[in-house]
């Protein structure tokens, strides 16, 4: 097995797993980070997104080697506090019924207003459409990132 180091929420993590080792699998099995969830193992449904530079990844269909380099975000490592303008605005909308889609909904989300700080309700669509919630709490979701927007807008930078 190879052994190699991938920077995750900002500190560097020495791995030995194998090869073909998807990272929700280093995260999850290796680094005990279980905020990532595993639902469909496919790639369809967005409850494994981090980011990857910056981009919403499924970390179900990207190998751990393949990020050396890269920098990798995961819920645990967007604030422990619940301080960031997603977190907050997730928390005042009460957008989790179930709960278990949410880590990849708001990394997803971040990646949005990091790109787009006023997005429009077909943007937030188009955004998000890769992270599917099986209660259907996409009004609220939709919602919680405009607060977010404007939360961000408030405290004079990007989400």
Same mark, same amino acid.
């Given at each position: ?15 030995d797993?194998?090869?073909?080792m ?18 469909c ?11 990857v ?6 970390? !179900? #269909? ?5 990020? /050396?380099? %890269?920098? $990798? ?6 604030? *422990? &506090? ?9 928390n ?33 669509d188009e ?5 599917? !919630? #099986? ?5 609220? /979701?939709? %919602?919680? $990132?405009?607060?977010?927007a404007?939360?961000? *807008? &408030?405290?004079g930078?990007?989400?």
């Amino acid at each position: 097995m190879p052994q190699f180091t991938l920077k995750i929420n900002g500190t560097d993590h020495s791995l030995d797993v194998p090869s073909d080792m998807p990272l929700l699998w280093a995260l999850r099995d290796k680094l005990n980070m279980t905020g990532t969830k595993y639902s469909c193992g496919i790639g369809q449904c967005g409850t494994c997104t981090v980011l990857v530079d910056g981009k919403p990844t499924k970390s !179900c #269909r990207s190998r751990a080697v393949n990020l /050396i380099g %890269k920098e $990798i975000v995961t819920i645990e490592g967007l604030t *422990a &506090d619940c301080s960031h303008p997603v977190q907050k605005a997730w928390n005042e909308v009460d957008v989790p019924q179930c709960g278990y889609c949410q880590g990849g909904q708001i990394l997803a989300a971040v990646a949005l207003l990091e790109n787009n700080p006023k997005p429009d309700d077909a943007a937030i669509d188009e955004a998000m459409s890769d992270n599917l !919630c #099986r209660c259907g709490t996409y009004v609220r /979701i939709r %919602k919680a $990132i405009k607060l977010a927007a404007e939360y961000a *807008a &408030d405290e004079g930078g990007a989400a």
